[in-house]
């Protein structure tokens, strides 16, 4: 069965620090992964994903994320954060074809001053 | 184009009482998908719907949820008898067959 684990739940970072959040899944074939932002009061919105081919995503917003098979990890970087980063990250994996997903318990970056 | 909508945004429900809760998919999406964030927690998986093949319904927490779709429109998740512990907010959320998901704002849902 898929399952996702965000270790971190909450971290804190000053701005312009960089960032790593980490992910581990576990699913039996490639995944397909994700890496959602929900913003306070804001919906969900995808960072950015990893279906095949390189192994270093780019996303939006700076963000990128590398799959490594080997550890089972896609964690997400950021080289430098601004304030308006401050929000809960999930991570996400799905079966092939991309279908059911299956989310981590999400991972509250603070950004301070 | 429209983005997924959902509706009521908030519900306010007695305890017993049973609960409809709406998402309009973006048009020529063929996956849907439902999930349960409780605060401060994570997404549920619920159910999802693909095309017309049978529902996955493996996340529903008991006989007492259960979702429709309308071909590959509108879905309407039912909650009968509601009780307390169903509180939460209720995501929605549409792709097309590139496993990208487009959420909707979700469904704020209080059982009394």
């Known amino acids: 069965a898929q399952s996702v684990t965000q270790p971190d739940i909450h971290i804190t970072v000053s701005e312009g620090a960089s960032l790593e959040l980490r992910c581990n899944y576990s699913?039996?074939?490639?995944?397909?992964l994700f890496w959602y932002v929900q913003s306070p009061g804001q919906g969900l919105q995808l960072l950015l994903k990893y279906f095949s081919g390189d192994t270093l995503v780019q996303g939006i917003k700076g963000f990128e994320a590398e799959f490594k098979r080997s550890q089972s990890s896609f964690n997400l970087r950021k080289p430098s954060v601004h304030w308006s980063d401050a929000a809960e990250y999930f991570c996400?994996?799905?079966?092939?074809?991309?279908?059911?997903?299956?989310f981590g318990a999400g991972t509250r970056l603070f950004v301070k001053a | 184009g429209a983005g997924v909508s959902q509706s009521p945004s908030n519900k306010v429900t007695e305890k017993g009482k049973d609960v409809e809760l709406r998402c309009d998919p973006i048009s020529g999406h063929t996956a849907l998908y439902w999930y349960r964030q409780r605060l401060g927690q994570g997404l549920e998986f619920l159910i999802y719907?693909?095309?017309?093949?049978?529902?996955?319904k493996s996340g529903l927490p008991s006989d007492r949820f259960s979702a429709e779709r309308t071909g590959e429109s509108v879905s309407t998740l039912t909650i009968q008898r509601t009780q307390q512990e169903d509180s939460a907010v209720y995501l929605c959320a549409s792709s097309s067959d590139t496993g990208e998901q487009y959420f909707g704002p979700g469904t704020r849902l209080t059982v009394t």
């Open positions: 699913y039996g074939a490639t995944p397909y």
């Open positions: 719907f693909q095309g017309n093949s049978a529902p996955d």
């Open positions: 996400a994996v799905a079966n092939t074809g991309g279908f059911k997903t299956i």
